[in-house]
């Protein structure tokens, strides 16, 4: 069995057929899913998702392109969402200064409070960051010192360096389909040997559609193929990674067999 860590089932090009989606995922061999928020407005939709569907989870964040509109968002709207039986993670949240869709002091400002919350309710941060290393992780490093809190870096396309650090501050990897683009060889390298242990598979459906699916609306089902090239790039059995990356998707996201 795989899981799908990261997907948006609420967006266009997966919502207008959510029930075909999920079906085809199943077929594939996924056997969960966790439903990513991105925006407050969000949150509902998704929760309402993982009510309805008993292997959808829910999470609850802000991206760092919606900061400015939630600049004033407070810890308290984070907590009281988060405290939903079906939400097991905190984000997608973090620092993208590729797009500066957001200031980025609002944007470091946000990512802080969702921090927090991981923190106080021991629900996984699920972090985005694009062109921010240095400011990721200097945030990470001095909310750690504060007091540990469980981390996941979704979609990883950094550098091997700052892999290494996020490695040593305990937080997890989630890898997308990205690594099967032929242009991704520094990103190959890193997901062959990052730990067993610390590794996850993801979509980010409905964007980044690995190979063969190039030009396709990404969907969960095509876990199956970024989990396939990881397996053949570490040299490894495909049964071997999906039941340990699953295994890692229960021991981070822990409230979802609570």
């Known amino acids: 069995m795989l899981v799908d860590s990261h ?11 959510q029930a075909g989606v999920l ?16 925006r407050q407005s969000e949150w509902a939709q998704v929760i309402a998702t993982a009510e309805r569907e008993a ?28 405290s939903h039986p079906r939400v097991i993670g905190i ?29 106080e309710t021991g629900l996984p941060l699920i972090v985005h960051t694009r062109d921010a290393e240095d400011d990721t992780l200097a ?8 007091g540990v809190f469980p981390a996941l870096i979704h979609c990883f396309t950094a550098s091997a360096a700052f892999a290494e650090r996020v490695l040593q501050l305990g ?11 032929k242009n991704a060889a520094e990103l190959q390298e890193i997901a062959r040997v990052i730990p067993k242990d610390r590794l996850l598979v993801e979509t980010d459906s409905p964007f980044l559609a690995p190979v063969p699916h190039r030009g396709r609306p990404c969907e969960p089902a095509f876990v199956a ?3 396939g090239f990881l397996a053949d790039l570490r040299g490894e059995p495909l049964d ?14 822990s409230k979802a067999v609570s």
């Not at 999470?59 to 988060?82: F, K, N, Q, R």
């Not at 945030?139 to 504060?146: A, C, H, N, T």
């Not at 937080?171 to 683009?181: A, D, E, K, Y």
Request: charge should be negative; glycine fraction near 8%; proline fraction near 1%.
């Open 7 to 17: 997907c948006h089932l609420e967006y266009k090009g997966l919502v207008e057929d």
């Open 23 to 38: 079906a085809r995922a199943r077929e594939a061999g996924v056997g969960h899913f966790l439903n990513i928020s991105t």
């Open 55 to 82: 292997d959808v989870w829910a999470s609850v964040g802000i991206h760092p392109h919606e900061a400015d509109a939630h600049a004033d968002l407070g810890a308290e709207a984070l907590l009281t969402a988060s």
């Open 91 to 119: 984000g997608e949240t973090g620092l993208d200064y590729y797009y500066d869709k957001s200031d980025r002091g609002v944007q470091r400002d946000l990512f802080r409070v969702h921090i927090g919350v991981a923190r």
């Open 139 to 146: 945030i990470l490093s001095d909310e750690m010192d504060k």
């Open 171 to 181: 937080l997890s990897i989630s890898i997308s389909g990205i690594v099967t683009f």
């Open 225 to 227: 193929d970024t989990a």
């Open 240 to 253: 071997r990674l999906a039941d340990n990356t699953t295994a890692n998707f229960f021991r981070l996201f």
